[in-house]
């Protein structure tokens, strides 16, 4: 039962104001069939739209079940859509890229259906179209799609049916046929109320009222209606507040199907959209595992240097305002590690060292490298004891003997695979004899550390570089615990040494340890993974905002769909639901495809550089967090736009 009573609805259209209905009073009791006619313009849909619940009056009072409209929240009409009333509307309104099975089951997604999954079918066989359940609405006539959006408005089993011109649009047949539908359905206690241009179909309903100028003009229940008697007693009405939507995980499985299936149908766009977080994702993924490589690379390459180590270098002096070439006062000499060696007794080793680059010449081969003259101790130090040959001793050293040992990579180069052990090379033209191979390091990171050559330190200096002066001496202390005494004492040492004036002994030598130059290298790869990240972030949110953008025109383009599924009983909530379901099946597709291609570019990288990268589980998270998250974020502001829409206005929306 409902009663209206004053209600008018006025269209403000700039400083004009449209009054489409202007009082009207009307009691319509369960059970009834009620056919309304009128001129054109005279408010017949505008009335409907209000009495299903898809607009709301201006002013006056409309009471359903004894619930005052006016009074209810919008989620309450919602429900109310969805469990009391099916609406046909003149254009049928279906979803163009369901089947006709799928668009009569579609309510349901929004209730708690207690009908059954095989009612939809059902309903389709008594419109007379079970054969056709599996066909899009293009393959359906007009009255067949008409028959099948009114199996759609019966699936909730409504106890009121209001159709707005329903044959508008159809032959005489098809209208035959509607209406056969419409009677049986108030034969069996559904209040069914058409609007009708037809003076024919007006003279069979039990009740004709007319309209003009948005009042009622004539309300008379007729005699010669030919709607049989209600045969059944009409369903009870179901209680507004009692019914909440499907189960969560119901809905949110519903729903990122349904998200799938409208992205399948419209694959360029999703996948142009899905291309942003793809980049994002996999740049977020393959610089993370980079920049782990790198580091990886850097601490492995520290550790072969071994612990407890101390490097010194000639630092700059400035003498008289000017300042000389690096070392230009400070120059380290041999003598120099000798004595360090000597003096401080918690060095266990001093080593003097110079670096150049060769020419390695053997029979008709040659190859430039990387030259280091050592102590006999640089071995131990670096533990790079050869297993096959020896290293050079303190003798040869002292003798500047003509000994070689050299790296795997010279090894293969010069030699080809036969044994180098005894054999004469040349180093700059200059003799040596190849006494060992050191143990092989691998290439990690920036440079082969395989392609050197070490022979001893005097030899270096006076016979091949004709150098006097040493690049470095690297000393080991016996025991972590006296590193920072032992770096003390050799700086104070070799300042007296040297005689340096007390104002430049902060610049006179570089003194560091192990623990210094990892801090700094380490902390210079961290900022570098730090800026490699940031990029791939700002791809990530470039993606977001291609999302965001593809989404907003999804929402203006489906606007009437989103009045439809209102129209139907969707809450707020299952519009705001479904778009983001959407937005993230999109970014999480991207993720996933993101983190394959971002894989795959690591794999690629470290096969061409040699580097240990590694995809970590927490990178593949983190990308897929992002993502995620920037599908809920940027998916949030079309899909709220979308469900604030009114759904008459959302379906008025061309
Ligand atoms: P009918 O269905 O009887 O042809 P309507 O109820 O659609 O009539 O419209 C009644 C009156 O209200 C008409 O004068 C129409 O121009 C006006 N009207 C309907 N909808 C709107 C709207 N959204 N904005 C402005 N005027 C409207
Ligand atoms: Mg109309």
Redesign the pocket.
């Known amino acids: 039962m409902l009663e209206l009573s004053n209600i008018t609805?006025s269209?403000t259209?700039g400083a004009n104001v449209?009054?489409?209905?202007k009082g009207v009073n009307l009691r319509i009791e369960d059970g009834e069939f009620i056919a309304i006619m009128?001129?054109?313009?005279?408010?017949?849909?505008?009335?409907?739209?209000i009495l299903g619940l898809l607009d709301v009056p201006t002013s006056g009072s409309y009471q359903l079940n004894g619930n005052e409209i006016s009074h209810l929240t919008e989620d309450n009409l919602a429900i109310l859509r969805r469990e009391e009333i099916g609406f046909v509307f003149q254009q049928f309104n279906l979803l163009p890229r369901m089947s006709a099975e799928e668009n009569v089951g579609l309510p349901l997604l929004y209730s708690e259906s207690t009908t059954g999954s095989k009612f939809p079918k059902e309903l389709l066989d008594r419109v007379g179209l079970g054969p056709r359940a599996g066909h899009h609405p293009n393959e359906l006539s007009g009255g067949q799609q008409q028959r099948v959006a009114i199996a759609r408005a019966l699936v909730n089993r409504p106890r009121m049916v209001l159709a707005?011109?329903p044959t508008g649009n159809l032959d005489s047949t098809s209208e035959h046929e509607i209406l056969t539908i419409l009677k049986e359905l108030n034969a069996q206690g559904i209040t069914v109320i058409i609007?009708t241009h037809e003076e024919e179909i007006g003279k069979q309903a039990k009740r004709l009222i007319r309209?003009r100028d948005?009042v009622v003009v004539s309300d008379e229940r007729q005699v010669g209606s030919t709607v049989p008697v209600v045969q059944s007693t009409p369903p009870a009405p179901k209680k507004v507040e009692a019914k909440k939507g499907a189960s969560f995980f119901t809905e949110l499985f519903a729903h990122i199907g349904q998200g799938f299936r409208t992205l399948a149908g419209n694959k360029v766009r999703t996948a142009l959209s899905m291309l942003g977080i793809l980049i994002g994702v996999a740049s977020v993924v393959a610089m993370l595992a980079l920049g782990k490589g790198a580091q990886k690379a850097i601490e492995t390459q520290l550790a072969s240097l071994g612990s407890n180590l101390l490097i010194l270098h000639a630092g700059a002096v400035r003498v008289g305002g000017v300042t000389q070439q690096a070392g230009a006062t400070t120059r380290l000499t041999y003598e120099d590690s000798l004595a360090l060696k000597a003096a401080i007794p918690e060095l266990n080793e001093a080593a003097a060292s110079v670096n150049g680059r060769v020419q390695v010449t053997w029979e008709n081969k040659n190859w430039s490298t990387q030259l280091l003259g050592g102590a006999s101790s640089y071995a131990r130090m670096h533990s790079l004891v050869p297993e096959i040959g020896r290293f050079f001793t303190d003798a040869e050293n002292l003798s500047r003997a003509r000994v070689a040992v050299i790296g795997a990579t010279v090894v293969r180069e010069v030699f080809e695979g036969r044994s180098p052990i005894g054999e004469m090379i040349k180093l700059n033209k200059v003799p040596f004899q190849v006494i060992g191979i050191l143990p092989e390091k691998g290439a990690t990171g920036w440079r082969d550390q395989d392609d050197i050559v070490v022979i001893p330190v005097a030899t270096a200096m006076y016979r091949l570089l004709g150098k006097l002066y040493l690049d470095s001496i690297e000393m080991e202390v016996r025991s972590a615990t006296d590193v920072a005494k032992a770096q003390d004492d050799a700086l104070e040492l070799m300042l007296k040494r040297k005689r340096v004036p007390l104002s430049q002994k902060d610049d006179a030598f570089d003194i560091r340890n192990m623990a210094d130059i990892q801090e700094a290298l380490s902390a210079s790869s961290r900022t570098m993974s730090t800026l490699l990240a940031a990029i791939a972030a700002i791809s990530l949110l470039v993606g977001g905002i291609g999302i965001m953008n593809i989404m907003l025109v999804s929402v203006t383009e489906r606007t009437k769909e989103i009045g439809l599924r209102k129209a139907i009983g969707a809450r707020r909530a299952d519009i705001l639901f479904q778009f983001l379901a959407e937005s993230v099946v999109v970014s999480f597709s991207g993720g996933l495809a993101g983190v394959i291609l971002g894989w795959l570019i690591t794999l690629g990288i470290s096969a061409v550089t040699g580097w240990s990268t590694s995809v970590s589980p927490e990178s593949i998270l983190l990308a897929f967090g992002c993502s995620a998250f920037i599908g809920v974020v940027f998916g949030v502001y079309p899909a709220r736009k979308a469900s604030r829409l009114h759904p008459?206005?959302a379906l008025?929306f061309e």
């Not at 009128?38 to 739209?49: R, V």
């Open positions: 609805k269209y259209m449209v009054y489409a209905l009128g001129p054109s313009g005279s408010g017949k849909s505008t009335l409907t739209h707005d011109e609007v309209l948005g008459i206005d008025r």
